[in-house]
């Protein structure tokens, strides 16, 4: 009976540890290729991990806000979200804006982001920075009493990632 009882306190011990989810802390990303980060937070988003923004989380960084589900993402006092238009390289290489890759970037935020991205003129070369009581409104609060690792990038190819490639989106 005895081992009968420790074999069932096992089990639920092991069921319960694989429901619990580990924490991803982002801070100082200033963002890359679009696609890079689609193919990231996707994995992201399928493994049930809790998002902490904890500094500057910006360009591509931000479609964060669009992959993870809204209640698994908090943000501390330092989080900085920064938003702007998606760009390529012109054939003199200076940076043009992409208006198919920014509409595209655009539509992956939640209504409230794009609300306040309308409110300040919509994503234009210009960075917009979201922080502060306005960002702490949109997103709970959290605290780094929990443990957070570097978010990895996926090796693995998306659907989308190829449509946003095409676009030649690039955010930096």
Wanted: net charge positive; proline share 4%.
């Amino acid at each position: 009976m005895k081992f009968l009882t420790g074999l069932l306190a096992a089990v639920l011990l092991i069921a319960c540890m694989g429901a619990s989810h580990a924490v991803v802390r982002i801070a100082d990303d200033r963002g890359g290729r679009i696609g890079t980060y689609v193919d990231k937070y996707q994995d992201l988003r399928q493994s049930g991990d809790t998002v902490i923004i904890d500094g500057l989380c910006a360009s591509a960084c931000t479609i964060v806000l669009g992959a993870i589900p809204h209640d698994r993402i908090c943000v501390t006092s330092s989080a900085t979200l920064g938003f702007h238009a998606a760009w390529d390289f012109g054939s003199n290489g200076r940076a043009v804006t992409n208006a198919e890759a920014t509409q595209m970037l655009y539509m992956m935020y939640p209504s409230q982001v794009k609300r306040w991205i309308n409110q300040r003129g919509g994503l234009t070369p210009h960075m917009l920075f979201l922080k502060g009581k306005q960002l702490q409104a949109m997103y709970k609060p959290c605290y780094l009493d929990a443990q957070a690792s570097a978010i990895k990038p996926s090796r693995r190819p998306l659907p989308q990632t190829d449509q946003i490639e095409s676009a030649r989106g690039q955010l930096r």
